[in-house]
C-alpha cells in the first residue's frame, strides 16, 4: 500500500513550482515537509532520474523543476515513486484450497483495474493544476 513517497514528491514539486524563481535546498524543502533531509535527498535523486528536477551545485546552488509544472502528469509521479498495486501485495494461500489456488490470478486482475483506473484518474492534472490551490 501507499508508503507516503508519492505525497513527499508531490509536495517537492508542487514547492519547487511555487517557489519555481529560487534554487532550493533540501534543507529548505524538508522543513515544509517536516521530514529529516536526507529522505528529501533520497527522493529528490529519484525525481531527478526520472527528469522532474535539476540542480545547480555550489554556493548559492539547490533544486528547480526540470521541466514545466504544466508537463509532469500525477500518474507520472505516482509510477517513479510505486512498484507494486495500489491495492496492495497478493497472498501466499494454500493451493490445495479451492479459492487459495485460484485467488492470486483474479486478485492480478483486479488490481490490474483499480490501477489503470486511479493512473487514468491522476493522468488529469499536473503539478500546475495541483500548486493552484496553494495561490
Known amino acids: ?7 513527499t514528491a508531490l509536495h517537492i514539486l508542487t514547492l519547487l513550482h511555487i517557489k519555481k524563481d529560487e534554487l532550493l535546498s533540501s ?10 533531509p536526507v529522505i528529501v535527498r533520497k527522493e529528490i535523486s ?12 555550489g ?16 500518474s507520472d509521479i ?19 484450497c479451492i479459492v487459495g489456488k485460484q485467488i492470486n490470478s483474479h486478485l492480478k486482475e483486479l488490481y490490474t483495474k483499480a490501477d489503470e ?3 487514468k484518474q ?3 492534472n499536473t503539478v500546475a493544476d ?6
Do not use: C, T, W
Open 122 to 124: 491522476l493522468a488529469k
Open 1 to 7: 500500500m501507499n508508503n507516503g513517497r508519492f505525497a
Open 27 to 36: 534543507e529548505y524543502i524538508a522543513g515544509s515537509i517536516n521530514v529529516n
Open 46 to 57: 529519484n525525481l531527478r532520474e526520472h527528469g522532474f528536477i535539476e540542480s545547480k551545485e
Open 117 to 119: 483506473a486511479f493512473l
Open 59 to 74: 554556493k548559492g546552488g539547490g533544486y528547480y523543476l526540470g521541466k514545466p509544472a504544466s508537463q509532469i502528469r500525477l
Open 78 to 96: 505516482y509510477r517513479s515513486v510505486n512498484d507494486s498495486p495500489i491495492l496492495g501485495r497478493s497472498n501466499d494461500p494454500n493451493p490445495d
Open 130 to 135: 495541483f500548486s493552484q490551490k496553494f495561490l
